[in-house]
Nanobody, 122 residues
Framework: QVQLVESGGGLAQSGGSLRLSCAAS????????MGWFRQAPGKEREFVAA????????YYRNSVKGRFAISRDNAKKMVYLQMNSLKPEDTAVYYC???????????????WGQGTQVTVSS
């Protein structure tokens, strides 16, 4: 059974950076798409970024393109989200998730971490 554990959240100032990490346990990590989602208070969970299992193709929501970068290390079973030029609207709980294809809908992912809080002050 896969377990996903996020870390790296915290408080950042507007324009600052944070790097989130997601550690996965369980077999065959390299065969899955890995994604990041976020959920702000009172809002639905939304897609942030995803990376494919093979050549590492990436996909981002428009509002984070050019600011966020997703990467993975299959040997270490780790996924990362480098977040630069942070904005107050990036404030949310960020979740790591596992899927079988790059999708932007949360229901397409079958395993989730517990989330890590990111707060960006203006």
């Amino acid at each position: 059974q896969v377990q996903l554990v996020e870390s790296g959240g915290g408080l950042a100032q507007s324009g600052g950076s944070l790097r989130l990490s997601c550690a996965a346990s369980g077999p065959v990590f390299s065969n899955y798409v890995m994604g990041w989602f976020r959920q702000a208070p009172g809002k639905e969970r939304e897609f942030v970024a995803a990376i494919s299992w093979g050549v590492g193709s990436t996909y981002y929501r428009n509002s984070v393109k050019g600011r966020f970068a997703i990467s993975r290390d299959n040997a270490k079973k780790m996924v990362y989200l480098q977040m630069n030029s942070l904005k107050p609207e990036d404030t949310a709980v960020y979740y790591c998730a596992r899927g079988t294809a790059i999708r932007t809908t949360a229901s397409e992912y079958d395993a989730w971490g517990q989330g890590t809080q990111v707060t960006v002050s203006s």
